[in-house]
């Protein structure tokens, strides 16, 4: 049993590690808050430098790539690093690049000040799942990591919304400082909290990259590729659906999209609960969900009780996918799952780069009203592929 760190409270075994899960949730509320708010500040953000929005929006996509490219091979080079040492220095460094943020004199400082934490999310992401689930046991791995990824669904209903309105108020600066205190208060809990795991053992780099050799592997994270396709290419432009299509108020827009948050809460519930039965079997029936209500949203624009439901449903899809997805592709992986988390991370943030791509595309051709089918079409393609998918063995059961 791993030791516990000699600052650390003395509490009951099952106790400790639901607190250290908990320190980790909100942990990640932080990173993805960092990740996301960007997107909220835009507007005041370029206004304050001089400089066009669209220059400003390249700042998503430097941060979205970094962590696509980099993710596995930082992850490699990090995985034999304690984890709550790990996770403390990380919370620093996002401490650090967020004040470096703060007061960014021009763009290209601000530029850097993004890059430097897009480092090290999915190195956080990849171990945190992992050390979820050796907190909690084999039997509640799933359901540790669908705790974790709670910080997903609580950035996109309360850290995004209320710091874009706090930056309305203060600057978007001050939104910055608020976040490096936000993440040096986790280190300094993480410390408190965190227990003092095993130190993991140094894997050679050709021994972790082995899991590349072994197709379910592969075919896992390719899965996770098409089913963030399907959820980005709509969810991208969901404000935009909302506005002109709906009829809903500009106004309103951020309480629908709330909404959507809230509701997510319970797919997180649901995912975790399911992904420890079948992770595949889980991952086909909210991808199948996903793609239904995706399609639905359209037709029932008009008629905004049955938008809600079918926005409900989604946003449940949504929200379960996160978690199942992450458990789905490190139970594929027969070692190195720290990278093996950190690979369903890149394969996350290609799919989102693709999938608003996909959706401009499907704009640009065929309108606004059609990225609910097209997202639903890549939906489709994600369950067609399950099957083969699942009937792949794994390298180390093959002759």
């Not at 650390?8 to 908990?22: E, F, K, N, Q, W």
């Not at 689930?133 to 996109?156: E, F, K, T």
């Not at 139970?331 to 988390?341: R, T, V």
Request: a positive charge.
């Amino acid at each position: 049993m791993p030791s516990l760190d000699a600052t650390a409270p003395d509490l009951a075994p099952a106790t400790r590690s639901g607190v250290a899960i908990a320190v980790l949730a909100v942990a990640a509320f932080a990173i993805v808050t960092t990740e996301y708010l960007i997107v909220g500040l835009l507007p005041g953000l370029a206004r304050d430098m001089r400089i066009s929005i669209s220059a400003a929006g390249q700042l998503v996509t430097l941060f979205a790539f970094t962590v696509m490219l980099f993710g596995p091979p930082l992850t490699v080079l990090l995985s034999h690093i304690e984890r709550k040492r790990l996770f403390v220095g990380i919370l620093l460094l996002f401490a650090a690049a967020n004040a470096l943020a703060a007061v960014a004199p021009n763009i290209w400082v601000l530029a850097l000040a993004r890059f430097i934490p897009a480092l090290a999310l999915p190195v956080f992401w990849g171990t945190a799942s992992e050390t979820a689930g050796q907190l909690a046991g084999p039997r509640h791995a799933g359901r540790a990591v669908s705790q974790v990824y709670l910080g997903i669904s609580a950035a996109l209903l309360f850290g995004i919304p209320l710091g874009t309105l706090a930056s309305d108020v203060m600057g978007w600066r001050a939104t910055f400082w608020g976040l490096s205190a936000l993440s040096l208060s986790m280190a300094l809990l993480m410390l408190v909290f965190m227990p003092t795991l095993a130190q993991p053992q140094r894997q050679r780099i050709g021994e972790q990259v082995r899991i590349f050799r072994d197709p379910r592997f592969v075919a896992n994270v390719a899965l996770s590729v098409l089913v963030f396709t399907a959820m980005f290419a709509a969810y991208t432009y969901l404000a935009d659906m909302l506005e002109r299509i709906a009829g809903v108020p500009s106004s309103q827009v951020g309480w629908w999209l709330m909404g959507f948050g809230a509701v997510g809460l319970l797919g997180n519930w649901l995912g975790g609960r399911y992904v420890d039965r079948n992770p595949l079997r889980a991952s086909a029936l909210f991808t199948a969900l996903l793609g239904v209500a995706m399609a639905l949203c359209v037709p029932l624009a008009h008629a905004h009780g049955w938008l809600g439901v079918s926005l409900a449903l989604w946003g449940i899809a949504y929200t379960a996918l996160f978690p199942i997805c992450q458990v789905r592709v490190m139970k594929a992986a027969s070692h190195a799952q720290a990278l093996a988390g950190t690979m369903n991370v890149s394969a996350a943030n290609a799919g989102t780069g693709l999938g608003a791509i996909l959706g401009g595309v499907a704009i640009q051709q065929w309108g606004l009203a059609s990225i609910g089918y097209v997202a639903a079409g890549v939906a489709l393609l994600a369950l067609v592929l399950t099957p083969w998918v699942a009937g792949l063995r794994p390298l180390d059961r093959q002759a």
